[in-house]
C-alpha cells in the first residue's frame, strides 16, 4: 500500500503584522480618525490582517463594540485579527465578536526598541498630525517616511539610531511589480523574480534583488542600513536609493550601466553602482 | 460556465468600446450567446456604435434601482441573434452604479447568457474598478505609445491586486494583451513602439493586434461593429481575435509587419 501523502504541517512562522493601538472606547472618534487618517491612502491596506492593541484602555470598564470596529475596519481595509492585552472582559468580549488571543505582550525587541526610540519606522498619529491625539498605528511605510527620504536636500539621510534589527525571512516576489504599486519589506530583504515598471516603488530595510528588469524605484536600507546593496538584472531604473542616499537618472542612464546586471552599494555617502562581473 | 469579460485600458480613447462592440459581436457570430454592458455611465457610446441608440429606453441603473426588469433594459443587436446589449445611462450620476447592484445584474446575466463582455470607461475611478472588479478574465487594450501602456500596467495592477478574485483568493484574472491602433510602417520607422516594446513591459500574452484603419471611424459612424465590415484588415483581426480567445490555436498573428509591396504591383503602379 502507498503510503499517504502528508496533508498538512504546522509551523511557527514569525510574520510581521500590522498592530492598531486603541487609544479611546469612544468608537466614534476612533472611526472618525481613522477615516481621516486612510481615506487618502485607500490602497494602503488590502485585506492586511490587523492586531488590536487594547493594553491602554485595559483600565476602563468598557468594551469597545468589536463586531462594529471589525466591519469598519474591513471597509478600510484591515482585518482585524485578534487582540493584544486588555482586560479580561475586553478580551472576552473580543472572542465573543470572532477575534482571537494574542499573548499580553508583543515579543519583538530589537524592533521594539527601534519603535520607541527612534520611531523610524511608525507613523504616529501624535507626531505628525497633531490634530489627532486618538491613535497611533505601528507600521512600516507611509508617505512620511518616503517623501522624507525622496524629498531630502542633503542627499544623505543618517540613521537615528544603530540598532541590530531582527531576523526576518526575505520576502519573494514572483510576479510583475506594476505600475502605482508599492512593496515594502519591512525589517528584510526583498527578492523580486518579476519585472518591475516604470512606476513602481519596492522600499526594503535590507538588500532588494531584482531578477528581472527594473524600470521604476528602488529603495534599499530604508531605516538606515548603510550596508544594504541593491543587485540588478537589467538596469532600468528610474530611482536607486541606499539608506537615505539616492541617485535619479534625470539624463538616463549612463551606456556602460544601462540594461547592465549591476550592484549598487553606499561607499562612505557614495552611492556606487557597477557592473556585475560576468 | 458563463465568463464575464472586461475590456479595459486605463487610458481613454484606445479602442475600449470599438473592441467592446467587434469581440462581443464576434462570441456572438460563433454561437455564444452574448451580452455587452456599457459601464461608461454618463457618457454612453457603446450603443452609437452597435448602432441602437433609438431604442435605448432603459438602461443599467434602471435595472439597479429596481425600476424595470433586466429583460425589459436589454436590446437585442440588428446584426447577431445572440447579442444583447446593456447601455449605461446617459443622464445619471455615476456614482448610481454599486457593486451590489452589479453583482445580482451579472448574476442574473449569467444564467442566460454565455459571454458578459464589460466595456470598461477610461480612468481607475469607481466606473472602471466596478466594471472589472466581477471579471474572470480582461481584454486589455493598449496603442503603441508609452503612456497607454503605462496605464494599461496599471490596470493590470489593480487587477491583480483588487479585483474579486484577487480579494477571495481565487485564480487571477486571464489577462489578454490586445495592441489596437497599428501601423507597421511608423512601427519601422520608429515613431511607434512595436509588439514585442509592449510586450516587455506588459509581459501578458497577446490576443492580437488590430491595424490602424481608416474604416474603424467609417464603421462607427455607421453603427456597425468593425468586425462586420466587408474586406476589412480590422474585422479579420478581430475575428482572429475572437477565434484565439475561443480556443482555436495555431492562427498566425497577423498586420504585425509592414505589407511589402509585390514585384508587379510595384511595376504597374498598383496601391
Redesign the interface.
Known sequence: MAREEPAFKIKIANLSLFVLYVHTTDMDQLKKQLDMRFNKTQDFF??TPVALDLSAIANSNLSPDFVDLMSFMLDHGMRATGVVGGSTEQREAAVQSGLGLFPDTIIRPALKSVSTSTTTTSIDAEDSQPELPGLAIETGVGEPNNSRILDSDTQIQKPVSQVLPAFRPTMIIN???????RIYAEGASLVVL??V????ELIADGDIHIYA?L?GRVIAGAQGNENARIFVHSLEAELVSIAGCFKVFENGIPENLRGKSVQVHLDCSDLIIQPLLS | MSKVIVVTSGKGGVGKTTTSASFSSGLALRGNKTVVIDFDVGLRNLDLIMGCERRVVYDIINVINGEVSLKQALIKDKNCDNLYILPASQTRDKDALNLEGVERILNELKESFDCIVCDSPAGIESGAFTAMYFADEALIVTNPEVSSV??S??I???L???SKRA?DGLEPVKEHLLVTRYDPKRVEAGEMLSVVDIQ??L?IPLIGVIPESESVLQASNAGTPAIHLDKSDVAEAYRDVVGRFMGDAGLPMRFVTAEKKGFFKRLLGGR
Open positions: 488590502s485585506n510576479k510583475p511589480v506594476r505600475t502605482g504599486q518579476g519585472v515598471n516604470a512606476g513602481a528588469p524600470r | 503605462r496605464d500596467d496599471r493590470l495592477g489593480i491583480a491586486a483588487k480579494v516587455e513591459i509581459r
